[in-house]
């Protein structure tokens, strides 16, 4: 780890001023990724700006009858909410499959979306890793890439985003609301806010140099059955190999969202469409043009399978 | 004390004390963090620096130069020692890759340097700013592929071939036959404290508070490895935090630390980073094992026949997979065959049950193939092949065997008899369920051991013995013993384990620990008794010694009496004769498990588990118990989701944490039955005693694997058994 020095920051635009002032510098809430990654000198940051003072952990009503929940509100905090349980509970159920109570206590709702890929190369600091190490090469692609993308990889990457939160947010059409360093806010559409990997997978997320998280919102509750269903070897305390984030209605319509398979939470609108007449139509259009390895091709029929599942489970 | 003749009675079979479900003694200390581990031994000697483990980037090859000049310069370094300023060090005899790497490369991680700063931070801050040039060679990482190439290789319990009959000839005539191949992954020991030392030089002589299972072993090891005289080494290692064979011998910590303090001039402490340790340390190895049985149609076995594959370091061993093939079933022609390929991947070595645990992996699902192809129940295949006898050599008998009654017990707690023998054909929900059995089966071995016991004015009662406590209850098992041959209560009793100076003892590994140990401390009490009988004018036959007391017709002493002016002190070693020659002396058990398989995305969870084991008389059944849980539970681990995968390319364990190697968690793990059939063995020593510690987790993989063939009607022979290896054959789901 290299050494860093540190400050608390005391609002939202001044901690987004402050990381600007300082290059290598890096917001830290839970820490519960970030710090690991330290250690491994995986992430150096020179400066750390903690923003847990920021008063961003409430969740509120929105205006449109949606849900704010600020960026700093606890996992735990979150799936135990009861509007959240109420109106959002694939998010519930998301966040609820995710990591461990320990971590669940500790990570926040930003700190969730920023977690980074869980790749075991990417981790082990000999090997080359694009996202990494930019230009060094992916050892995953001809590695052990059981766990990896199936889709919206590319030759720099094949990496998966470990978040079950984000999947749930990605169902629901959550939007990401940020202050830049300049006071300017935005919302970023939860759809835009990761990236694929391309040729630059270690630009991950939208946000701008010193942009801060601020928040995340949930439109109007859009009703349903909201399931979500992560398939993994061990009961707990795994990462997906697939997960499935479902939100159907009487009619059979709906959205679904995976987890597990891409870069980002992997949702098509137009595959949304197919739920009507299945999971086969809805993955022949969700996974069109997967580039599984040989390792993961299971994962086609997988998602498949557990959407299926899903399906059955929705129709009750 | 020579065991020679089979145990008579003697003052344990009391069983005041010895037997009882004692909790552990040193429970409170645990449970209050008050039980030190190496890392944590703050006040054995000031001034302790920290090291940091660099372990090399490449599987093979050589250092072309390292840079150290960054990380001298760093803040707080104290040292660096690479091999190129560490002297001259031997290799340890019973390790396989130098502990030091450099410049030749033996494997990934292999320790290259230590930093030694006044910090832990600064010491890994400097380590990150050493720069290594390296000339990386192809090596061989995969063992499937080097099968032709592998060369017949002993294990430890037996010749690379072995045969009896005919095997070839007869195999080919059975009526019904099995021919399939088995392959079982590399597996870690995933121990939750990893390995770690503090090193102190005092003059020439170095002691090293240390965790590891086999004080002696190491005591020696160390000396060899520094050049030293073994006396002037001391190992003190009085709690472990498991080690399931990875602590058997020494590893790069204790010779770093060792180092370290040396070039520092103070002591060191060093723990193995947790990434490091599934590449750096020993694991359990690979194999590709091909079984082959022939029976007649009633399931009468002819030939059976048992190889395997395995490979390791040039030097290295072999997994002996096929021993417990040598014993468990009947069947006249029979043959096994132990290969070695040579492998640059880590040194692979001991782990829980090495060999049996392996082998039990394979044969156990042979033989309910086997079952199946007969049309017979599997239960009903295993004991209709059972034998009394050494099927090698029948005029040799086991000392105890109830295999057959610890199914038939199991059957009947387990509800056997509502197994569908069709598979695929259970339902509950959305889960397909499955039943499966295997035999547990692993040998006892005896080894002797050494106590030192002492009494004094108070009445206390004192051992002393290097014996280990891996987590196992060591101290609390010795506590009865003393206690019982004493006739004093528990509490009278004070234990120290784990420290060199102490008698030699049996150490913790091949589940020989709790018999061996706990007879030496018996064997040093028998003195004991005699130096009180002697001292209070008792005839030490037939003094009784009990409630605090020395009894003999009217007259009663009380027993610190003995000791009034000043201490009395015994020393013995149980020594054993050639029982084990003339008995085969093993422990039995019959797995049970209940698996639900989710229709939809294979995933499978265990629903239920049983264990009926025979091993001997159970020292306390509480620890017993947790022993036995505790190896159902590796078993599981073993059976569903362990496996340090390979990359074949540049040869080294990609998933080298714990988030990537995936154990057991307590969501996995359902509730756990096991229960202990009544056996006293007079043949293992004066405690009738065996082991049960890695009879616990021989055949439990299989018995998953055999409850999710029961389940889908889904086979599978390449461990561990995960959801894609179901997936094409699931049925299909709407």
Same mark, same amino acid.
């Given at each position: 780890?290299?050494?860093?020095?540190?400050?608390?920051?005391?609002?939202?635009?001044?901690?987004?001023?402050?990381?600007?002032?300082?290059?290598?510098?890096?917001?830290?809430?839970?820490?519960?990724?970030?710090?690991?990654?330290?250690?491994?000198?995986?992430?150096?940051?020179?400066?750390?700006?903690?923003?847990?003072?920021?008063?961003?952990?409430?969740?509120?009503?929105?205006?449109?009858?949606?849900?704010?929940?600020?960026?700093?509100?606890?996992?735990?905090?979150?799936?135990?909410?009861?509007?959240?349980?109420?109106?959002?509970?694939?998010?519930?159920?998301?966040?609820?499959?995710?990591?461990?109570?320990?971590?669940?206590?500790?990570?926040?709702?930003?700190?969730?979306?920023?977690?980074?890929? /869980?790749?075991?190369?990417?981790?082990?600091?000999?090997?080359?890793?694009?996202?990494?190490?930019?230009?060094?090469?992916?050892?995953?692609?001809?590695?052990?890439?059981?766990?990896?993308?199936?889709?919206?990889?590319?030759?720099?990457?094949?990496?998966?985003?470990?978040?079950?939160?984000?999947?749930?947010?990605?169902?629901?059409?959550?939007?990401?609301?940020?202050?830049?360093?300049?006071?300017?806010?935005?919302?970023?559409?939860?759809?835009?806010?990761?990236?694929?990997?391309?040729?630059?997978?270690?630009?991950?997320?939208?946000?701008?140099?010193?942009?801060?998280?601020?928040?995340?919102?949930?439109?109007?509750?859009?009703?349903?059955?909201?399931? !979500?269903?992560?398939?993994?070897?061990?009961?707990? !305390?795994?990462?997906?190999?697939?997960?499935?984030?479902?939100?159907?209605?009487?009619?059979?319509?709906?959205?679904?969202?995976?987890?597990?398979?891409?870069?980002?939470?992997?949702?098509?609108?137009?595959?949304?469409?197919?739920?009507?007449?299945?999971?086969?139509?809805?993955?022949?259009?969700?996974?069109?043009?997967? /580039?599984?390895?040989?390792?993961?091709?299971?994962?086609?029929?997988?998602?498949?399978?557990?959407?299926?599942?899903?399906?059955?489970?929705?129709?009750? | 004390?020579?065991?020679?003749?089979?145990?008579?009675?003697?003052?344990?079979?009391?069983?005041?004390?010895?037997?009882?479900?004692?909790?552990?003694?040193?429970?409170?200390?645990?449970?209050?963090?008050?039980?030190?581990?190496?890392?944590?031994?703050?006040?054995?000697?000031?001034?302790?620096?920290?090291? !940091?483990?660099?372990?090399?980037?490449?599987?093979?090859?050589?250092?072309?130069?390292?840079?150290?000049?960054?990380?001298?310069?760093?803040?707080?370094?104290?040292?660096?020692?690479?091999?190129?300023?560490?002297?001259?060090?031997?290799?340890?005899?019973?390790?396989?890759?130098?502990?030091?790497?450099? #410049?030749?490369?033996?494997?990934?991680?292999?320790?290259?340097?230590?930093?030694?700063?006044?910090?832990?931070?600064?010491?890994?801050?400097?380590?990150?700013?050493?720069?290594?040039?390296?000339?990386?060679?192809?090596?061989?990482?995969?063992?499937?592929?080097?099968?032709?190439?592998?060369?017949?290789?002993?294990?430890?319990?037996?010749?690379?071939?072995?045969?009896?009959?005919?095997?070839?000839?007869?195999?080919?005539?059975?009526?019904?036959?099995?021919?399939?191949? !088995?392959?079982?992954?590399?597996?870690?020991?995933?121990?939750?404290?990893?390995?770690?030392?503090?090193?102190?030089?005092?003059?020439?002589?170095?002691?090293?508070?240390?965790?590891?299972?086999?004080?002696?072993?190491?005591?020696?090891?160390?000396?060899?490895?520094?050049?030293? @005289?073994?006396?002037?080494?001391?190992?003190?290692?009085?709690?472990?935090?498991?080690?399931?064979?990875?602590?058997?011998?020494?590893?790069?910590?204790?010779?770093?630390?060792?180092?370290?303090?040396?070039?520092?001039?103070?002591?060191?402490?060093?723990?193995?980073?947790?990434?490091?340790?599934?590449?750096?340390?020993?694991?359990?190895?690979?194999?590709?094992?091909?079984?082959?049985?022939?029976?007649?149609?009633?399931?009468?076995?002819?030939?059976?026949?048992?190889?395997?594959?395995?490979?390791?370091?040039?030097?290295?061993?072999?997994?002996?997979?096929?021993?417990?093939?040598?014993?468990?079933?009947?069947?006249?022609?029979?043959?096994?065959?132990?290969?070695?390929?040579?492998?640059?991947?880590?040194?692979?070595?001991?782990?829980?049950?090495?060999?049996?645990?392996?082998?039990?992996?394979?044969?156990?699902?042979?033989?309910?193939?086997?079952?199946?192809?007969?049309?017979?129940?599997?239960?009903?295949?295993?004991?209709?092949?059972?034998?009394?006898?050494?099927?090698?050599?029948?005029?040799?008998?086991?000392?105890?065997?109830?295999?057959?009654?610890?199914?038939?017990?199991?059957?009947?707690?387990?509800?056997?008899?509502?197994?569908?023998?069709?598979?695929?054909?259970?339902?509950?929900?959305?889960?397909?369920?499955?039943?499966?059995?295997?035999?547990?089966?692993?040998?006892?071995?005896?080894?002797?051991?050494?106590?030192?016991?002492?009494?004094?004015?108070?009445?206390?009662?004192?051992?002393?013995?290097?014996?280990?406590?891996?987590?196992?209850?060591?101290?609390?098992?010795?506590?009865?013993?003393?206690?019982?041959?004493?006739?004093?209560?528990?509490?009278?009793?004070?234990?120290?384990?784990?420290?060199?100076?102490?008698?030699?003892?049996?150490?913790?590994?091949?589940?020989?620990?709790?018999?061996?140990?706990?007879?030496?401390?018996?064997?040093?009490?028998?003195?004991? @008794?005699?130096?009180?009988?002697?001292?209070?004018?008792?005839?030490?036959?037939?003094?009784?010694?009990?409630?605090?007391?020395?009894?003999?017709?009217?007259?009663?002493?009380?027993?610190?009496?003995?000791?009034?002016?000043?201490?009395?002190?015994?020393?013995?070693?149980?020594?054993?004769?050639?029982?084990?020659?003339?008995?085969?002396?093993?422990?039995?058990?019959?797995?049970?498990?209940?698996?639900?398989?989710?229709?939809?995305?294979?995933?499978?969870?265990?629903?239920?588990?049983?264990?009926?084991?025979?091993?001997?008389?159970?020292?306390?059944?509480?620890?017993?118990?947790?022993?036995?849980?505790?190896?159902?539970?590796?078993?599981?681990?073993?059976?569903?989701?362990?496996?340090?995968?390979?990359?074949?390319?540049?040869?080294?364990?990609?998933?080298?944490?714990?988030?990537?190697?995936?154990?057991?968690?307590?969501?996995?793990? #359902?509730?756990?039955?096991?229960?202990?059939?009544?056996?006293?063995?007079?043949?293992?020593?004066?405690?009738?005693?065996?082991?049960?510690?890695?009879?616990?987790?021989?055949?439990?993989?299989?018995?998953?694997?055999?409850?999710?063939?029961?389940?889908?009607?889904?086979?599978?022979?390449?461990?561990?058994?995960?959801?894609?290896?179901?997936?094409?054959?699931?049925?299909?789901?709407?």
């Amino acid at each position: 780890m290299k050494s860093f020095t540190y400050e608390r920051a005391r609002n939202p635009a001044e901690a987004a001023a402050s990381v600007l002032r300082k290059p290598d510098a890096k917001f830290i809430a839970g820490g519960t990724n970030l710090l690991d990654l330290m250690k491994l000198e995986i992430e150096t940051p020179a400066h750390l700006i903690d923003v847990n003072g920021l008063a961003l952990d409430k969740i509120e009503p929105t205006a449109e009858g949606g849900l704010r929940i600020g960026a700093l509100v606890r996992n735990t905090d979150l799936a135990a909410d009861s509007r959240v349980r109420r109106d959002y509970a694939v998010l519930s159920r998301a966040l609820l499959a995710g990591a461990s109570g320990q971590l669940r206590n500790k990570a926040t709702t930003a700190g969730n979306l920023l977690q980074r890929t /869980r790749c075991p190369y990417f981790y082990d600091t000999n090997q080359p890793c694009n996202k990494r190490r930019p230009g060094s090469g992916c050892a995953a692609i001809g590695g052990f890439s059981r766990q990896h993308a199936v889709v919206g990889g590319s030759e720099a990457c094949i990496a998966t985003h470990p978040s079950d939160m984000a999947v749930g947010m990605r169902a629901l059409d959550a939007t990401v609301e940020t202050v830049r360093p300049d006071g300017a806010t935005r919302a970023i559409p939860i759809a835009e806010f990761h990236h694929l990997p391309g040729s630059t997978p270690h630009v991950e997320t939208a946000l701008s140099p010193g942009e801060l998280i601020t928040a995340v919102t949930l439109p109007k509750p859009v009703g349903g059955t909201h399931i !979500y269903r992560k398939v993994r070897d061990r009961a707990s !305390y795994a990462f997906a190999l697939v997960s499935v984030a479902a939100i159907v209605q009487r009619d059979g319509t709906g959205r679904v969202a995976l987890g597990g398979v891409a870069h980002k939470p992997w949702r098509i609108e137009s595959a949304d469409s197919q739920l009507p007449r299945g999971a086969k139509a809805v993955m022949a259009e969700l996974l069109s043009g997967a /580039r599984p390895t040989r390792e993961n091709a299971f994962k086609l029929s997988l998602a498949e399978r557990t959407l299926g599942a899903v399906l059955t489970e929705a129709k009750g | 004390m020579k065991f020679e003749s089979p145990a008579t009675t003697n003052p344990i079979d009391q069983l005041k004390i010895v037997g009882q479900s004692v909790s552990r003694i040193d429970g409170p200390l645990k449970t209050t963090g008050t039980a030190p581990y190496a890392y944590e031994r703050h006040d054995v000697v000031a001034n302790q620096a920290y090291g !940091y483990v660099v372990g090399s980037a490449i599987a093979k090859g050589r250092i072309k130069s390292i840079d150290l000049g960054a990380a001298k310069a760093a803040p707080g370094v104290l040292a660096i020692v690479t091999a190129d300023n560490a002297g001259k060090l031997d290799k340890g005899r019973l390790n396989t890759a130098k502990l030091l790497g450099g #410049p030749e490369i033996q494997h990934y991680h292999q320790a290259i340097a230590v930093v030694v700063a006044e910090t832990f931070e600064q010491a890994r801050a400097a380590a990150q700013l050493i720069r290594v040039d390296y000339a990386a060679e192809q090596g061989a990482f995969d063992l499937a592929s080097l099968l032709d190439k592998a060369k017949p290789n002993p294990i430890t319990a037996g010749p690379a071939d072995t045969a009896v009959g005919d095997f070839a000839a007869n195999f080919a005539a059975a009526p019904v036959r099995l021919d399939a191949r !088995y392959s079982t992954p590399d597996e870690a020991h995933a121990m939750m404290e990893p390995h770690a030392t503090i090193a102190a030089w005092e003059g020439d002589k170095l002691t090293l508070w240390t965790s590891n299972q086999m004080i002696a072993w190491n005591k020696a090891e160390m000396a060899k490895i520094l050049g030293m @005289r073994a006396e002037n080494v001391r190992l003190d290692s009085p709690f472990v935090g498991g080690g399931f064979g990875g602590k058997l011998f020494p590893r790069a910590d204790a010779l770093l630390a060792a180092l370290g303090a040396r070039a520092a001039k103070r002591p060191v402490k060093v723990a193995l980073q947790r990434p490091l340790m599934f590449n750096n340390t020993t694991h359990r190895p690979a194999t590709i094992q091909r079984i082959r049985i022939g029976a007649t149609r009633d399931g009468k076995i002819t030939a059976i026949g048992h190889e395997s594959w395995s490979g390791d370091l040039p030097g290295g061993k072999a997994d002996g997979a096929v021993a417990q093939t040598r014993l468990l079933y009947a069947g006249a022609h029979r043959m096994t065959a132990t290969r070695l390929a040579t492998l640059d991947l880590p040194e692979g070595n001991a782990m829980r049950a090495p060999g049996e645990a392996t082998g039990m992996m394979a044969l156990e699902i042979a033989v309910d193939e086997m079952a199946e192809k007969l049309g017979m129940d599997p239960i009903e295949f295993r004991i209709l092949n059972d034998t009394q006898v050494d099927p090698e050599k029948p005029e040799r008998p086991f000392s105890q065997r109830q295999l057959t009654e610890c199914f038939r017990t199991g059957a009947e707690r387990f509800g056997w008899s509502k197994r569908n023998p069709q598979p695929g054909r259970v339902r509950d929900g959305r889960w397909l369920v499955g039943i499966g059995a295997a035999a547990a089966f692993r040998n006892n071995l005896l080894t002797k051991s050494a106590a030192r016991v002492r009494l004094d004015n108070g009445g206390i009662v004192t051992v002393e013995t290097d014996m280990t406590d891996i987590g196992t209850g060591s101290y609390t098992i010795i506590a009865q013993t003393a206690a019982e041959m004493m006739g004093v209560p528990l509490e009278k009793v004070k234990v120290r384990l784990g420290d060199s100076a102490f008698p030699v003892s049996a150490g913790s590994g091949g589940q020989w620990g709790g018999n061996n140990s706990t007879a030496g401390v018996y064997a040093a009490c028998v003195k004991l @008794r005699e130096a009180v009988a002697q001292k209070l004018g008792f005839n030490s036959a037939e003094a009784e010694f009990a409630d605090g007391e020395v009894r003999s017709g009217n007259r009663r002493v009380p027993l610190a009496q003995a000791a009034a002016d000043g201490g009395l002190s015994a020393e013995d070693e149980i020594e054993y004769g050639d029982l084990a020659k003339k008995y085969q002396q093993s422990t039995f058990g019959a797995h049970f498990v209940e698996v639900g398989v989710d229709a939809a995305t294979a995933e499978i969870r265990v629903r239920r588990m049983l264990a009926v084991c025979a091993a001997g008389r159970i020292l306390n059944p509480k620890t017993a118990r947790s022993q036995v849980i505790g190896a159902m539970t590796m078993g599981v681990g073993a059976a569903l989701m362990e496996e340090l995968v390979v990359d074949k390319r540049t040869g080294f364990f990609v998933n080298h944490d714990l988030a990537a190697y995936e154990v057991p968690v307590h969501a996995d793990i #359902p509730h756990q039955e096991m229960f202990f059939l009544d056996e006293t063995d007079p043949m293992s020593s004066p405690m009738k005693a065996k082991g049960v510690a890695e009879l616990g987790i021989c055949g439990v993989a299989a018995a998953v694997a055999n409850a999710v063939y029961n389940a889908t009607g889904v086979r599978v022979r390449d461990y561990p058994i995960t959801l894609d290896k179901l997936l094409e054959q699931m049925p299909d789901v709407g």
